[in-house]
Structure formats: C-alpha cells, structure tokens
C-alpha cells in the first residue's frame, strides 16, 4: 500500500526553523511529485507548491517564497519542508500529498495519498 | 478569499440526497479537471472524485462529481452520518499556475 509519514507535531518560537519530513513508502518515490498544502486554524486547503522528485526542483506558489524551502533526500524516499524565521501566523497542519499522474499536465492531476499532516505552532 | 467557491455548509437527513457546488472561472474549472477531497479534522484529506467524475477504487458509487462550463459539484446520495466532514474542490489555474482550492463545505448529517 502506498502511505506518505509525517514528522510529529512542532512547538516553535517566532524567529526559528522548522523541518517537516514526508516519507514514503509503497511506490517508487521518484515516478510521483510531491505537493505540500497548509490548513491554518479554522481555514481551508491551501496549495504551497510542488516539488520534482526527480531533479529535485521545487515550485512555489504565491505566498509562499523566500522562507519555505522544498527538499528531498531519495535515498530514503522523503521529501522535506522547512520554515525560516517562523511567525506566528505560520501556525497551521503542513500536509504532503503524492501527485497523480505521473509528471502530467498540471491541469490534470490531483494528489492522492495525503499523509496525515503535521502541526506546527508556533508562540512565544 | 478562495479562488474557488463553495457554500460554506450544507446539511441532509440520512438516506438523502445532497450536493455541493464549486463555482470558479475559465482560467481554472473552465481549462481544468476539478477535484474533490474528503476531510475529517484530525485525518489526512481523501481523494473522493478526480478527473470531474472518476471514483477511486474504494470510494463508494453514492459520490459523483460532475462538471459544466465554469462550475463542478458533487453529489452524495444515500447521505450516511460518516459522511459528516468537509469537502473541497480543487483545480488548476493558468493565471495563478498553481493548484487552487475552493474554501470548503461543511457537510452536517442530521
């Protein structure tokens, strides 16, 4: 079966970093890009961008450059986002989600399985 | 404000019919497959419809979605009280060249 692990929960500081792994297991980690979307408290689904598991070149959507940063480590099938100089509005559950279908027109795929997210809050 | 908008709620009896409107533009559900996600708080989302109208395997024939012009909606029959959760729609959008979601519906099962 296909499953994507998250990292545990997070209490930060305003100014720290974060680092949310997404492991996975199932499928060959390469054939499949990785998305990363963000539900603030009490908000909806918000896209932050996607990653290519094969070249490893990230995109970021609107609102959400210079301080987050896409990555991967194939060896052990993660991919990983991290947080610069935290703010408390970036409090929210951090999901990754596998694309479907392999590296195809954008306007055609949708991202299925998610992983169970993980929650960063950050306070001082 | 979400690119994509959805009623903020909707509710049904068990054994009902109900459905949920996503409503968005030519640059997204108009050049665009829509998406629907189930979520649970505390869970992960579940894909429910890709592809407008296409089940997963496992996702029971009681979902459908279905899409025209510049609108989806999804359509939940025989309403079961495991049902209760949010539901979203999802596309892509060439002028943002990102995935966009729609705000959200919360579906109460009375």
């Known amino acids: 079966q296909v499953h994507l692990v998250q990292s545990g929960s997070e209490l930060k500081k305003p100014g720290a970093s974060v680092r949310v792994s997404c492991k996975a297991s199932g499928y060959t980690f390469t054939t499949y890009a990785i998305n990363w979307v963000r539900q603030a408290p009490g908000q909806g689904l918000e896209w932050m961008g996607w990653i290519n598991t094969n070249t490893g070149n990230p995109t970021y959507a609107q609102g959400f450059t210079g301080r987050f940063v896409f990555s991967l480590d194939t060896s052990v099938s993660s991919a990983y986002l991290q947080i610069s100089n935290l703010k408390p509005q970036d409090t929210a559950v951090y999901y990754c989600?596998?694309?479907?279908?392999?590296?195809?027109?954008?306007?055609?795929?949708?991202?299925?399985?998610w992983g169970p997210g993980t929650l960063v809050t950050v306070s001082s | 404000q979400s690119v994509l908008t959805q009623p903020p709620s909707a509710s049904g009896t068990p054994g009902q019919r109900v459905t949920i409107s996503c409503s968005g533009s030519?640059?997204?559900?108009?050049?665009?497959?829509v998406n629907w996600y189930q979520h649970l708080p505390g869970t992960a989302p579940k894909l429910l419809i890709y592809?407008?109208?296409q089940r997963p395997s496992g996702v029971p024939d009681r979902f459908s979605g279905s899409k025209s012009g510049t609108s989806a909606s999804l359509a939940i029959s025989g309403l079961q009280s495991e049902d209760d959760a949010d539901y979203y729609c999802a596309a892509w959008d060439d002028s943002l060249n990102g995935r966009v979601f729609g705000g959200g519906t919360k579906l109460t099962v009375l």
């Open positions: 592809d407008n109208s």
């Open positions: 989600a596998r694309e479907l279908p392999s590296y195809s027109n954008s306007r055609g795929t949708w991202l299925d399985p």
């Open positions: 030519t640059s997204n559900i108009g050049g665009s497959s």
